[in-house]
T-cell receptor
């Protein structure tokens, strides 16, 4: 059974703190993604990675960075958390393929609250 | 941008078919049409995808218009467990998905 896990389901941090969100997949997928989900805005792509040590900006990368040191792990970093980063964060992975017909597998999400 | 337009919400009676529409007038020739759904308190899960021809799987059917500018997800017999937000998505260059806000489906017992 395929699995994407995220380090926390719920997280509360203070403004200005450095925050790490971890995502691990056990499917040997090359591609990994970080989204945030907000009411009325749907899911928006923050960053994605095609391979180890590779990263690409998504639609809303400002205020975030990522790290992919190992194939199975993709970390999202909030260097200095702000209240407007309060959101649900979703990680996903998918296999690399020349066709754009693949399935993305999602983790359960981390609900981050910044106070 | 390869964007989609869906109704914000729909209702269906239990055990009746549901047709969820999606417009994607800016679709390009190589874009696939994907459908995902998100149950409460969970991450999205894959439902079905297609390119040009209609597709069937154990969860649903996907009907794609001949000009590919619209598609319809068909749940043949809605159950209470099908209550979710359904997202119609087009792929983009670089393997990115654009999710949009989806359709919230309510199933009435």
């Amino acid at each position: 059974d395929v699995k994407v896990t995220q380090s926390s389901r719920y997280l509360v941090k203070r403004t200005g703190e450095k925050v790490f969100l971890e995502c691990v997949q056990d499917m040997d997928h090359e591609n990994m993604f970080w989204y945030r989900q907000d009411p009325g805005l749907g899911l928006r792509l923050i960053y994605f990675s095609y391979d180890v040590k590779m990263k690409e900006k998504g639609d809303i990368p400002e205020g975030y960075s990522v790290s992919r040191e190992k194939k199975e792990r993709f970390s999202l970093i909030l260097e200095s958390a702000s209240t407007n980063q309060t959101s649900m964060y979703l990680c996903a992975s998918s296999p690399r393929t020349a066709l754009r017909s693949y399935e993305q597998y999602f983790g359960p999400g981390t609900r981050l609250t910044v106070t | 941008d390869a964007k989609t337009t869906q109704p914000n919400s729909m209702e269906s009676n239990e055990e009746e078919p549901v047709h969820l529409p999606c417009n994607h007038s800016t679709i390009s020739g190589t874009d696939y049409i994907h459908w995902y759904r998100q149950l409460p308190s969970q991450g999205p899960e894959y439902v079905i995808h297609g390119l040009t021809s209609n597709v069937n799987n154990r969860m649903a059917s996907l009907a794609i218009a001949e000009d590919r500018k619209s598609s319809t997800l068909i749940l043949h017999r809605a159950t209470l467990r099908d209550a979710a937000v359904y997202y119609c998505i087009l792929t983009r260059a670089g393997n990115q998905f654009y999710f949009g806000t989806g359709t919230s489906l309510t199933v009435i017992p």
